[in-house]
Structures are given as C-alpha cells and as structure tokens.
C-alpha cells in the first residue's frame, strides 16, 4: 500500500439556525471528521511500516478536504465546521507522518459538481479537474491544493483579511453563483431577459484592499547578498530571489514554474500561469538572464522538472520558502523582516 486518498464526505446545505436538532450535524462530523480519524487509526501503522525498510517509495496520502475548511461559509456552516476540524486532524496527521517519510496532502477545492452539490447552481469543479490537480500534487510534491476558480478566489481573499472574509464573501460567492446561474437562464427564457438584467446587476459588496508593501533597493541588495552561492542551495535561493525582484511573480508563481517556462533567446522572458489562470509573459532582464542560465547549467535535481526544486527533487513549497525566508533578513543592511513572503511582493 503506497497511497491512502480520503474521498469520504457528508455534505447538506444550509446554516446552523436552519434546521432544528444536530442530526446533520452528527453525520457531517461522523463522516469528515471521525471518519478521517478512524481511518488514520487503522491505516496509519501500515503506511509507516511500509517505510520501514528505508527503501525509496511514494508512500503518501491524500485528503480531499473543502475549501470551507478555511473560514466558515454560513450556507454551509455545519458542513464548513466539520470540514475545520477535519482540516486540523489532516495537520496533526502530517506532524506524525513526516518522521517516516509520508507525505500528506491536503487538497481544498470548491463545490464539486457531485451527488452532494446537485442542486448547487454553477460553477462547480468536475470531479475529473479535481483528480487531475491531486495526481499533478503527488508527482510535483505539493502539500496543500486549491484546484478550480471558486477555491482559488477563496484563498487569495482569505490570505488579504480572513474577518472580511467572513463578513462580506458569504455575500459575494452567493451573487457569484446566482450570476453564473442567471447567465445560463438568459439562453434558455429570453422572455425574462429584462428581469435577468436586473439581476446580473447587482453590485458586490466592496471592500477595503491591503496595502501592497515592498522593499527598498538596499534591502533588496541585502536579500540578493545573504545566501551563500558556494552551495547548490544559496545559488537556487539567490536566483530565486532575483527573479522575483525583477519580475514580481507572486511566491505560488515562483514555486510553480518549471524549467522548460524561462526562454533566455532573443525577447527572453518567463512564462507562468497566475491568478485566474490567466497566462502572462514577464521579460527578463540581463542580470536575471545571466543568473537564469548559470542556474539552468546545473543538473537538474534527480531529473525535476521544477524550476526551483527542493533537495530531494520535489517542488519547493510555500511553507519551506518561509523557513529560510529570516535567514535572507539577517543582514544590518535590511530592513525586510518586516515582511511576510505571502503579504508583500520582492519588486524593484
């Protein structure tokens, strides 16, 4: 046994105050909850067994958890709850795992167009995008995923201000839905068009944006200058980092390119898929080329197609940038512990 995947969901509509009794309650935590911890029980010695032996292996295990987890979406407010506290169950779970080498991904996406979301208007995420995206995790060694746009918008708001969240992206994701659903109406009963206008124009709920930081040139020539480039690792962290200076490629950006996604020709530029998909072109300049080529001259890490491996030839993620992260802001000359990697953007 290599891979244990976690699909078990119970999963019914509605807030707290809109039905009596904890029934759906019980079977939504009996479900995705106690059926996470019941299965970790039975199976978790076996996966750890399974690397026992110090043979090289992909043991690992998947857990399909909701996008919900992250703040509590009040249409979904039992359902959101339990899927909280099976997101803190699945962190416990990676804590015990990690001494024996399994890896334990979390996947976050939206509503899934499945038995339990069938009267939930679009968009939804096919079941086939979802399996996609935990194959694509496994082999690239991400940790947490957020596949389809609904989860997507959901993290970057939740990442801004999580209370905002709470009080105003109830409010728009229900609009977003009652848009996507009104659209599909237009087609199908152009007799209510004037109607469906009225409806599509409804304005969200607008709220106040975080102020974008940034760094000053001596901070960001103090950054440039602490890793050690006699080391494979300071010369992947220092090209890293001058990357992201003179593209201002967001740290998912950074981490998700590959190799084959830098053309040094004539134009050089980097190519990557950022938010909403949408996929941009940022030119290079000379000194991120020069660095770029050096960096792509090396072996790649046991054959990694990523651009930025870690040392054992997986993706580097979010989490292991910000733990080498402080050790870029020692220097007297920077000033740039003050900022977190996820809140600010390395731009010159």
């Given amino acids: 046994m290599d891979i244990i995947v976690n699909t078990a969901e119970a999963h019914r509509t509605y807030g707290i105050s809109a039905r009596r009794g904890t029934d759906v309650a019980k079977l939504e935590m009996d479900v995705n909850y106690f059926g996470l911890l019941r299965l970790a029980q039975e199976f978790g010695p076996a996966l750890r067994a399974r690397s026992a032996d110090g043979e090289t292996h992909a043991a690992a295990w998947v857990n399909v ?9 009040p249409p979904h407010g039992t359902f959101s709850a339990s899927k909280a506290a099976a997101l803190s169950l699945a962190q416990c779970l990676r804590a015990e795992m990690r001494p024996a080498g399994i890896r334990v991904i ?53 990442r801004d201000n999580p209370k905002v969240l709470e009080r105003e992206l109830a409010r728009n994701l229900r609009l977003t839905a009652i848009r996507s659903f009104f659209r599909f109406v237009s087609f ?38 602490a890793p050690d480039r006699m080391t494979w690792l300071g010369r992947r962290d220092h ?22 996604a830098i053309h040094l020709d004539a134009g050089a530029h980097v190519r990557c898929v950022g938010k909403g998909r949408k996929e941009r072109c940022t ?15 090396e072996p790649a890490r046991r054959g990694s197609s990523a651009l930025f491996p870690n040392l054992h030839g997986g993706r580097l993620s979010a989490i292991a940038f910000k733990l080498f992260w402080p050790s870029m802001c020692k220097s007297p000359a920077s000033d740039a512990q003050r900022w977190r990697p996820s809140g600010s953007r390395l731009t010159s």
Avoid: C, M
């Fill in 65 to 73: 958890l909701s996008v919900y987890a992250l703040s509590n979406f």
């Fill in 106 to 158: 979390n996947a976050f996406p939206g509503p899934v167009d499945d038995e339990w979301n069938q009267n939930l208007p679009p968009p939804k995420l096919a079941p086939a995008a979802l399996a996609s995206s935990l194959v694509k995790a496994l082999k690239e060694g991400i940790e947490d995923v957020y596949p389809g746009d609904v989860a997507q918008e959901w993290l970057e708001r939740w």
């Fill in 188 to 225: 199908e009963e152009p007799a209510h068009s004037a109607l469906i206008q009225r409806v599509l124009a409804i304005p969200s709920k607008r709220h106040d944006k975080r102020e974008v930081h940034f760094l000053t040139h001596l901070e960001i020539e103090a950054i440039l200058a």
């Fill in 239 to 260: 090209t890293l980092l001058l990357l992201a200076v003179q593209t201002g490629l967001r740290l998912s950006e950074l981490i998700g390119l590959d190799r084959d």
């Fill in 283 to 297: 030119p290079l300049t000379r000194n991120a080329r020069i660095a770029l080529q050096a960096w792509l001259n």
